[in-house]
């Protein structure tokens, strides 16, 4: 099992720019999906971008052309820049591989 530890959240203005990053205790594998996740107050866990197995970046139209994923295997770490932040970002942020789940860190947009 791998153990994914996210961190790098927080509160910004929105237009602002934060990354988020998740160390995986053990080796990720291009054999599975691996990215993030978000989850707002009273909504569903949504996909927000994801290294799939078969080798392409999803995104989830909410976040193309602002957000970018990108991954270093050698250190097993994941990473997400998020550019000109919105309010409607304001959640918590999970990183997924596999069935395996960070404990999500809170990113909050606000003046």
């Known amino acids: 099992q791998v153990q994914l530890v996210e961190s790098g959240g927080g509160l910004v203005q929105p237009g602002g720019s934060l990354r988020l990053s998740c160390a995986a205790s053990g080796s990720i594998f291009s054999f599975y999906d691996m990215g993030w996740y978000r989850q707002a107050p009273g909504k569903q866990r949504e996909l927000v971008a994801v290294f799939t197995s078969g080798g392409s970046i999803n995104y989830a139209d909410a976040v193309k052309g602002r957000f970018t994923i990108s991954r270093n295997n050698a250190k097993n770490m994941v990473y997400l820049q998020m550019n000109s932040l919105k309010p409607e970002d304001t959640a918590v942020y999970y990183c997924?591989?596999?069935?395996?789940w960070g404990q999500g860190i809170q990113v909050t947009v606000s003046s």
């Open positions: 997924n591989f596999h069935v395996n």
